[in-house]
C-alpha cells in the first residue's frame, strides 16, 4: 500500500530489482477518477473490480512473483488485497503486504511538488479530503505486512529498507 507521494517508483524499481512485473493501479486511478469522481462509489466499485480482475489474471501467469502498488483512498477494498496474499500462500506462494508511508508534513510536500505528474495524487485537498474520510492512521494492513515509514528517504533507499526487511524465504538468491 502507499499513501500519495513518490512511493510507487521504489516499488517500481524493487520490481526490477527481483525481476517481478509490476503493476501500478495509480494508473487506474487517473483514468477512473477524472469520468466518474474520485469520491464517488461508481468509481471506488469500478477500480476495485478492474483490479480484482487484473490481479486474478496475473496470478494465472507462470511468472515467480508479481509487486503491484496502488495508493490507499477511502474505497480501496483491502480486504480483496488480503485474499490475494492468501491465494499466493495458499498455492505455495508468498504473499506479503508491504505498507509505505511518511510524516504528514513531508506527504504534504510531496503532493504539491511541481515535478510530479498532475494527477489526483497531485491535489492537497483532495488527499485531505480522502484521508479525512476514514482513519488511514489506523488501517490494519492484511495478511503478514510490513510497514515502513519512508520520512527523508530517496526512492532508492527505500528499495534497501524493503529488501532488507523481507522474510529471508522470500529473498531468495538477492544480494543487496
Same mark, same amino acid.
Given at each position: 500500500?502507499?499513501?500519495?507521494?513518490?512511493?510507487?517508483?521504489?516499488?517500481?524499481?524493487?520490481?526490477?530489482?527481483?525481476?517481478?512485473?509490476?503493476?501500478?493501479?495509480?494508473?487506474?486511478?487517473?483514468?477512473?477518477?477524472?469520468?466518474?469522481?474520485?469520491?464517488?462509489?461508481?468509481?471506488?466499485?469500478?477500480?476495485?473490480?478492474?483490479?480484482?480482475?487484473?490481479?486474478? $489474471? =496475473?496470478?494465472?501467469?507462470?511468472?515467480? &512473483? /508479481?509487486?503491484?502498488?496502488? #495508493?490507499? *483512498?477511502?474505497?480501496?477494498?483491502?480486504?480483496?488485497?488480503?485474499?490475494?496474499?492468501? $491465494? =499466493?500462500?495458499?498455492?505455495?506462494?508468498? &504473499? /506479503?503486504?508491504?505498507?509505505? #508511508?511518511? *510524516?504528514?508534513?513531508?506527504?504534504?510536500?510531496?503532493?504539491?511538488?511541481?515535478?510530479?505528474?498532475?494527477?489526483?495524487?497531485?491535489?492537497?485537498?483532495?488527499?485531505?479530503?480522502?484521508?479525512?474520510?476514514?482513519?488511514?492512521?489506523?488501517?490494519?494492513?492484511?495478511?503478514?505486512?510490513?510497514?515502513?515509514?519512508?520520512?527523508?528517504?530517496?526512492?532508492?533507499?527505500?528499495?534497501?529498507?524493503?529488501?532488507?526487511?523481507?522474510?529471508?524465504?522470500?529473498?531468495?538468491?538477492?544480494?543487496?
Amino acid at each position: 500500500m502507499v499513501y500519495p507521494g513518490w512511493a510507487s517508483e521504489p516499488l517500481r524499481e524493487l520490481a526490477v530489482e527481483l525481476g517481478f512485473p509490476f503493476v501500478d493501479f495509480q494508473n487506474l486511478t487517473q483514468l477512473l477518477g477524472p469520468v466518474f469522481g474520485y469520491n464517488s462509489s461508481t468509481f471506488g466499485s469500478l477500480r476495485n473490480d478492474a483490479c480484482k480482475q487484473i490481479l486474478e $489474471a =496475473a496470478m494465472a501467469l507462470p511468472e515467480d &512473483g /508479481l509487486i503491484a502498488s496502488f #495508493t490507499y *483512498d477511502q474505497h480501496v477494498d483491502l480486504e480483496q488485497y488480503g485474499a490475494f496474499i492468501a $491465494a =499466493a500462500r495458499e498455492s505455495g506462494g508468498i &504473499g /506479503l503486504f508491504v505498507g509505505l #508511508t511518511c *510524516d504528514d508534513d513531508e506527504l504534504k510536500g510531496r503532493v504539491v511538488d511541481p515535478d510530479r505528474q498532475s494527477s489526483r495524487t497531485s491535489d492537497l485537498d483532495a488527499m485531505e479530503d480522502d484521508l479525512g474520510n476514514d482513519d488511514a492512521g489506523s488501517v490494519e494492513l492484511p495478511g503478514p505486512s510490513i510497514e515502513i515509514n519512508t520520512t527523508g528517504e530517496t526512492p532508492e533507499h527505500t528499495v534497501q529498507n524493503i529488501l532488507a526487511m523481507l522474510p529471508d524465504d522470500m529473498k531468495g538468491n538477492i544480494s543487496f
